[in-house]
């Protein structure tokens, strides 16, 4: 998906105006699943969870039906529901009503705020990806959304990256808006620190964690967010 966002560029030197606004609620990690969720993944999760304070846990698997789905992320909710970490489903609104999930991720092409709102109900935790578009964030927050998500900002093994943000976004949004927003794509322990001045509500992580030691990777990530 080719998107260019018709607000145009941002001024570069707008973040260096800005540091974090402290107001807002400290930067919390989000974890997303990696795509192969099964042998030991649950064990791992259950390390991570922890390890250190996580908010939220995103269950994305890709190319396999909802029953098999629904079989695979039943132990991790269960897991989360223990830790007191908000279970997301990525891409399937259907998916999430079946779990019951705390919420869902949408892409562009995976349904709307307000379609979502109407399966899954009032409480349910709504994010939509938005990419490097101010644009389309403005258009979900305006949808209902509960949260947005900017990305990539690093290079990323995790999914094929069609747009690179720049943490200047994350800056200028969170002087606008109140709405949370998410910074994915790329993130570690150690480049994770601009992110979090920039004004991320939320680090979105994935390889990050799961790409070695899940319970050393979420201390050093709590070691970043306390700062």
Same mark, same amino acid.
């Given at each position: 998906? /080719?998107?260019? =966002?018709p607000?145009?560029?941002?001024?570069?030197?707008?973040?260096?105006?800005f540091?974090?606004?402290?107001?807002?609620p400290?930067?919390?990690? @989000?974890?997303?699943? #990696?795509?192969?969720?099964?042998?030991?993944?649950?064990? *791992?999760?259950?390390?991570?969870?922890?390890?250190?304070?996580?908010?939220?846990?995103?269950? *994305?698997?890709?190319? +396999?039906?909802?029953?098999?789905?629904?079989?695979?992320?039943? #132990?991790?909710? !269960? +897991?989360?529901? =223990?830790?007191?970490?908000?279970? +997301? &489903?990525?891409?399937?609104?259907?998916?999430?009503?079946?779990?019951?999930? /705390?919420?869902?991720?949408?892409?562009?092409? =995976?349904g709307?705020p307000?379609?979502? !709102?109407?399966?899954?109900?009032?409480?349910?935790? +709504?994010?939509?990806?938005? @990419?490097?578009?101010?644009?389309?964030?403005?258009?979900?927050?305006?949808?209902?959304?509960d949260y947005?998500?900017?990305?990539?900002f @690093? #290079?990323?093994?995790?999914?094929?990256?069609?747009?690179?943000?720049?943490? &200047?976004?994350l800056?200028?949004?969170?002087?606008?808006?109140?709405?949370?927003?998410?910074?994915?794509?790329?993130?570690?322990?150690?480049?994770?620190?601009p992110?979090?001045?920039?004004?991320?509500?939320?680090l979105? &992580?994935?390889?990050?964690?799961w790409?070695?030691?899940?319970?050393?990777?979420?201390?050093?990530?709590?070691?970043?967010?306390?700062?």
């Amino acid at each position: 998906m /080719d998107i260019e =966002d018709p607000l145009g560029p941002l001024d570069p030197n707008f973040g260096a105006q800005f540091q974090r606004d402290y107001r807002r609620p400290p930067c919390q990690l @989000y974890l997303v699943s #990696p795509l192969d969720v099964t042998g030991g993944f649950a064990d *791992r999760l259950k390390r991570a969870l922890d390890a250190g304070p996580v908010a939220a846990f995103q269950f *994305r698997v890709k190319d +396999i039906d909802q029953h098999a789905a629904a079989a695979l992320a039943e #132990p991790l909710q !269960r +897991i989360c529901a =223990d830790a007191d970490v908000a279970f +997301i &489903v990525n891409d399937s609104i259907a998916l999430a009503k079946r779990l019951g999930a /705390d919420g869902v991720h949408l892409g562009q092409d =995976d349904g709307d705020p307000q379609e979502a !709102r109407s399966e899954l109900g009032a409480t349910a935790q +709504i994010g939509i990806s938005c @990419y490097a578009s101010r644009h389309l964030a403005m258009e979900a927050g305006e949808g209902g959304a509960d949260y947005v998500a900017f990305g990539a900002f @690093y #290079p990323t093994t995790t999914k094929v990256a069609e747009h690179v943000a720049d943490p &200047v976004l994350l800056s200028w949004w969170s002087t606008v808006f109140e709405l949370p927003c998410v910074a994915i794509g790329g993130i570690t322990p150690s480049n994770a620190a601009p992110l979090v001045k920039a004004g991320a509500d939320f680090l979105a &992580v994935s390889h990050g964690v799961w790409g070695g030691d899940e319970a050393a990777a979420v201390k050093a990530f709590a070691e970043v967010l306390k700062r």
